[in-house]
């Protein structure tokens, strides 16, 4: 059979767990860590599992006192998610008591369910406000109001969602390259879907998941869509420092016989919840944290958390707001605690007290981010992201690939995500029956990774990839010849987009298109390879996009690229029009001003592709 995936587990990830704690909640009326069995049906839908009504009465006649905790409802989430067909699993419920959810736009995936919360709308409210605060382009519009839709109408004109790419993730975007409103601020209709849509492809490009957004969304303030897009910014932002290179006392968290290359593959959530345990433990706190929604409501471990980090320098910090008994005034007490040291941000007292996993998530982030507070680990090879491995890991997690890969290395070792990818690039392609699912038992599971690996070695082979010398153990092993296969991904996808009368492009029609275009339109440039020198300084990228679009191009801001920091601004001018027209591209600065002949392929053939379009209409 093929089509679509079965659910992905992999025993259960700790960015699923944080995700059905989520789901859980919402049926945890009290806040009590428990739900009743009568909810238990509707709880398993919330997380993507359907079970019909007679198997979930017998599961609950297990329960004798009417309650489940959260520790058996994973149980119990686990063992009908392995013995499930995807027949069987519907996507979340569309309805949950504490978040109104509303259905997408016309662009949405079935399998993606947004929420609007006020919560979080005005924890990024409070965010947006304090990071950039002093950024002169946005004066006139910060700081933002907390009340009404007056952060869905700052985001319209796209100016402010750019500005916030930009703070998750340096240079993403050319600033030059925005509309920017007039003086009376006003911004024609067709600008502002320019902007998005450069905001759009940015966001793409550091790895987030937009295939069910559009400009018009953004534009007209569609709330539980730029939230979840605003989300999607902000978490990798706050994420992007937790890393070796960044801190390498991390290595601290690892336990006896724990590798590095396994803290690499861990999400930011488990890496979070290690480093909370540890610092408390060198206060000698004996809570041990495990997620941040129940394990954090009663405020204990962020009291003693920031006992814990709180610099010598600042304070004093103690735990005199665990005197009182009332949650909520403990939490208000602790987050003052949080305000003196300057890490009060996204939480306010009852999304403590009512165990918020997202806004929980980005306070401990941001805390760690502030505040590491970790011992020197001493020498040791820090193992780091090259360019290549993080671009095809943005590519990767764009396409919303299950599960979502951190670290390319380990996290395809099982063969899944890069079955699923297959799936992605080309639907239909995959047999789902000859896929070996999670839970892997520790008898011979290995073996069912292996064949995966093997499977989607076959599944390349299909898509007539050159693949000698790689085999399914290599990507088992975790070996760098793992790239081959996804770059051949990648250019596949990227090419496919050019099928004309059932064949994918060739390189030299690629060439030979974008110099009859540059020739046509009047231009100088011209390209003999991918390998021209002459891309160096982007010439031929941003005659091409004026080629495309007429006078799209403001040359005043191209440079004569005389040295390496103008031939960079050249390329960030560059990639920042080619995705402001449509076009998706995933090459770095870098990767044209050192003239990486795979990366550049994908920009002249995403910008034919635009081309295509554009004549066709």
Known sequence: M????????????????????EAFDEFDVKGEGRISVSSLGDALAACGARVPGFKVRDICE???????????????LSQVKAKTTFKDNIKPIEARKKVNITGGSAKSSDWVTHSYAEDEKLAFVDWINFRLNKDKGLAKRLPISEEGDHLFEALKDGVLMNKLVNDSVTDTVDERALNMPDANGKLSIFKMRENQTLALNSCVAIGC???????????NGTRHLCLGLLWQIIRIGLMAKITLKDCPGLRALLDEFESLEQLLAMSPEEILCRWVNYQ?????????????????????????????????DQGPIGLEPLNHQDLTQRAELVLQNA???GVRSFVRAKDIVSGNQKLNLAFVANLFNTYPAMDDAGDFEIIEETREEKTFRNWMNSLGTTPRVKYIYEDLKDGLALIHLFDKIENGSVNWKKVNTPPFKALGGSMKKLENCNFAIEL?????FVLVGV??????????????LIWQMMRHYTLKMLTHDGKIMKDNEIIKWCNEKLQAAGKSSSLSSFKDSSIANSTPIIDLIDAIQPGYINYELVTKASNDEEKFLNARYAITMARKIGARIFALPEDITEVNAKMVMTVFACLMSVGFMRDQK
């Open 280 to 312: 408390l433990n060198k206060i000698g706190c004996k809570r041990v944290v495990k997620n941040f929604t129940s394990d954090i409501k009663d405020s204990e471990v962020y009291a003693n958390l920031l006992v814990a980090v709180c610099p010598a």
């Open 339 to 341: 305000d003196v040291i």
């Open 471 to 484: 085999g399914g153990k290599d990507i088992h092993d975790g070996s760098k010849l793992t790239l081959a």
């Open 2 to 21: 093929s089509g679509s995936p079965p659910p992905l587990m992999r025993d259960i990830s700790n960015m699923s767990l944080a995700e059905f704690q």
């Open 460 to 464: 390349g082979q299909q898509f007539n």
């Open 209 to 219: 998941n937009v295939v069910n957004i559009g400009a018009e969304d953004l534009i």
């Open 62 to 76: 297990s329960y004798k006192d009417g309650f489940i905790s959260f520790d058996d409802f994973i149980k119990v």
